[in-house]
């Protein structure tokens, strides 16, 4: 984390300003820009808890502000202590504690034991860029909260960065959603995470989402979400690309001269990651020319071959290692839903997804032009045989704004709910 001070701007601004109003600091903007307002925040957090107010946030005040970030603190009990006395110490419930905390007996606490004590409020934050450094730590936090989550990588980006990979459930009907191919499509990424949120809170109470039995679900499917497939293409967006970084050049130059890189799909290597999947990609190839695409660039190239790419390759390895009845690639924008491939689905999936369209409130039809070609869904579709649905969520031009995340989650958590069922 960088140091923060007053004239500063970025997406790491926005998530400080996030979390200091959520915690109940005047804040009147969540904008990414450190201006008056923010550092008066920050001096007053920092006086509440016992730093030097400067208002800048350097690596005492991170500290500080870690647990919040996370949306859990770690607590030693101390002689007197009882979990309901530590609970409104931290404005939480017992039961969320219990959850954190599996092998806890409330009724003998252990003097000198150190628990986890989530907050009352939820981990994944939705009104700010949502970064890959945004994602790690909700992954961490939702992972130390709900100790049922399995988490784990599938590979890495081409710059190195994770490729994330949270599992729920156990039964015998395995799903795999995944989100944010497309760099410019990030707000995919904070969808799947705060389903992964809201389903956790229903299965820790026993109870029921959207008239779903969380339960049920966990017993009847095993729900592998990847929810950023192109880390290092959601880093270039948001944040753009440092002088100091080795593809700098070339980036740029890919980018037609520019900086902004809003328009940008690809990933760090400028290829589609959605073009890069070995169903109808030589067909894909042939038509390149045509789109004016000769090489790597913010979207449409394929790379050199099918699966070149190690994002595509572990998305690809990872659905080979396992027996999927469905799939959901999540993209924006357009509110449809694509089902088809080549005429290879099999009978069930217009039935499903006109499912998928009744709760969605989302049109299902059929992809034209550069999206008939070496997608994700349609690799899936020829290889198995089975339904792959590409849910385009949201209206407008991308990146969609944050301000549609709400809009674009209520139509979305009933979706995949069902997809684990049907």
Do not use: C
């Amino acid at each position: 984390m960088r140091v923060l001070r007053k004239g500063m701007r970025g997406s790491d601004v926005a998530e400080i300003q996030s979390i200091l109003k959520l915690i109940g600091y005047n804040i009147d903007s969540i904008d990414g820009i450190f201006g008056e307002n923010t550092e008066q925040a920050v001096k007053a957090f920092q006086r509440n808890n016992g730093l030097t107010a400067d208002g800048v946030i350097g690596p005492r005040t991170y500290e500080k502000l870690e647990p919040f970030l996370l949306g859990y603190a770690l607590y030693t009990i101390k002689p007197g202590d009882t979990l309901y006395k530590i609970a409104n110490q931290f404005s939480t419930s017992v039961y969320s504690i219990t959850t954190a905390n599996p092998g806890l007996n409330p009724f003998f606490l252990n003097v000198g034991e150190e628990i986890i004590v989530p907050f009352g409020f939820d981990v994944v934050q939705t009104n700010i860029p949502y970064t890959y450094d945004v994602m790690e730590k909700d992954i961490r936090g939702l992972a130390m909260r709900y100790p049922f989550l399995t988490v784990d990588t599938i590979g890495k980006s081409v710059e190195g960065r994770n490729l994330y990979m949270i599992k729920i459930g156990e039964g015998p009907r395995e799903v795999f959603y995944n989100g944010a191919h497309h760099s410019n499509e990030w707000i995919t990424a904070p969808v799947l995470m705060k389903w992964i949120e809201q389903f956790s809170k229903a299965f820790a109470m026993d109870g029921i989402i959207r008239g779903y039995p969380a339960r049920t679900i966990w017993e009847q499917a095993t729900i592998y979400i990847v929810p950023m497939v192109n880390p290092d293409g959601v880093e270039l967006v948001i944040n753009g690309v440092s002088p100091d970084n080795p593809r700098y050049n070339e980036l740029i130059e890919w980018n037609d001269g520019s900086s902004d890189f809003d328009r940008w799909k690809a990933n760090i290597r400028g290829v589609d990651l959605n073009r890069n999947y070995d169903a109808s990609w030589e067909e894909f190839k042939e038509m390149e020319e045509s789109l004016g695409v000769d090489g790597p660039g913010p979207y449409l190239y394929g790379g050199p071959n099918p699966e070149s790419e190690p994002e595509s390759k572990a998305v690809a390895d990872f659905t080979r290692a396992h027996d999927f009845r469905l799939v959901l690639a999540y993209h924006t924008q357009g509110e449809v839903i694509f089902w088809t491939y080549r005429n290879l689905q099999p009978s069930e999936a217009l039935k499903i997804g006109e499912m998928f369209a009744a709760v969605s409130g989302y049109t299902l039809d059929e992809p034209v032009g550069a999206a008939l070609y070496a997608g994700y869904k349609d690799w899936f579709i020829k290889e198995y045989r089975r339904p792959g649905y590409t849910i385009e969520v949201g209206r407008g031009e991308n990146p969609l704004p944050i301000s549609q995340f709400d809009e674009i989650y209520e139509a979305n958590e009933e979706l995949l709910l069902l997809a684990a069922l049907v």
